[in-house]
């Protein structure tokens, strides 16, 4: 075989490497067919239903009686009945609500939870507080401690888990808690994922443009996801999986010449 022929089949191996290569944009995820066969949900600028308590959510609660009138005396000052003044105590125990829907709370035992809004939690335990824990008008409050979304901002290595701190957060302070839309993001194929009656339905938000501003203030709900669609950059990424191969075939070429010649 002379030089030129080696050379040449080095060159078919390479293009045969390139074409075959199966990694491009291989981190590229929930795509949708070409041609726009696939059907996106309508977006609501609300969410359709409250949050619903579910198994592995935890929480915080506060107990107080008569209505919460206590919660009232110590936070304006008033002394107690024993002349002792009393700071309100925030409640750090968490709270877990079990694989079967229900969470083992003190004196009352376990209370199935999964499937109630936090206020109607709160009622139904306030209510066996009244009733089996001797409590009179008792006043309970629940705070979700593990309410999250996931936001994907549209580059490898940059999914972010923002906590929901506040219960009106819209789209706009979830990117920006992702550190914002990368660069290599497409502003106008942003996939806002939501669970809804056991199905995950999928909404397509257009961001690029002015008109995008009226999803900056879509609320967004507990335990969505949002995805920004990544741009597919194939040449970057096929030079970045092929050149350790022609770095590697180049050497051999240069050792095979170098034989041959003698």
Do not use: W
Not at 46 to 64: A, C, H, L, T
Not at 70 to 77: L, T
Not at 149 to 175: C, D, Q, R
């Amino acid at each position: 075989m002379t030089g030129r022929q080696v050379i040449g089949a080095l060159a078919v191996g390479i293009l045969l490497l390139s074409v075959s290569s199966c990694g491009i944009n291989s981190s590229v995820m929930f795509k949708t067919p070409k041609g726009g066969e696939y059907q996106y949900d309508s977006i609501p600028m609300k969410p359709k239903s409250e949050y619903q308590i579910g198994p592995d959510d935890r929480f915080r609660m506060f107990i107080s009686t008569n209505k919460g009138a206590n919660v009232i005396r110590e936070m304006s000052g008033i002394a107690g009945a024993n002349g002792m003044q009393t700071d309100v105590i925030e409640p750090k125990l968490e709270y877990l609500v079990e694989p079967d829907g229900q969470a083992n709370l003190p004196i009352i035992g376990r209370v199935k939870l999964a499937g109630l809004t936090v206020g109607q939690a709160e009622d139904t335990i306030s209510y066996l507080y009244d009733n089996k824990g001797g409590y009179i008008d008792g006043f309970v409050q629940i705070v979700l401690t593990n309410k999250r979304i996931i936001v994907f901002p549209g580059e490898s290595g940059t999914a972010k888990v923002v906590p929901l701190l506040n219960e009106n957060t819209t789209l706009m302070e979830a990117l920006a808690a992702a550190g914002g839309i990368a660069n290599r993001g497409k502003a106008n194929t942003v996939k806002l994922m939501r669970m809804e009656e056991g199905e995950r339905k999928v909404y397509l938000l257009d961001m690029s443009t002015i008109e995008g501003l009226r999803y900056a203030d879509l609320l967004v709900q507990a335990n969505d996801y949002i995805y920004v669609e990544p741009h597919e950059r194939y040449g970057r990424e096929i030079l970045t999986q092929v050149a350790p191969i022609v770095t590697l075939l180049t050497s051999t070429t240069l050792v095979i010449l170098a034989v041959l010649s003698f």
